[in-house]
């Protein structure tokens, strides 16, 4: 199973990226889909969140200007990132669970610079 993350990039404060991931291999479901950042020399944070069914959670940080989605039939999830703001930066992580198992696997991370 792997987990495919795209969309980072350069962006000055108030602008906007989209991040995918995409999970392929052999899996029969997926469970709950989060993305992590990880800023330098900070933890790992969870940022967003998102069900099966489709609910959603968000870090208080985001709220309000970050948005969670996800495609089943793709096995893609998605987080829209509006507002960015210096503080957003640092690598992005893509996370899920899948049957069978349940098992957790982590996406390589993508990199989002926001400069102000």
């Known amino acids: 199973v792997q987990l495919q993350a795209s969309g980072g990039g350069l962006v000055q404060a108030g602008g906007s990226l989209r991040l995918s991931c995409a999970v392929s291999g052999p899996i029969l479901w997926i469970n709950a889909m989060s993305w992590y950042r990880q800023a330098p020399g900070k933890q790992r944070e969870l940022v967003a969140g998102i069900t099966s069914g489709g609910s959603a959670n968000y870090a208080e940080s985001v709220q309000g200007r970050f948005t969670i989605s996800r495609d089943n039939a793709k096995k893609t999830v998605y987080l829209q990132m509006d507002g960015l703001q210096p503080e957003d930066t640092g690598v992005y992580y893509c996370?899920?669970?899948?049957?069978?198992?349940?098992?957790?696997?982590w996406g390589q991370g993508t990199q989002v610079t926001v400069s102000s």
């Open positions: 996370h899920t669970d899948v049957l069978p198992g349940p098992v957790n696997y």
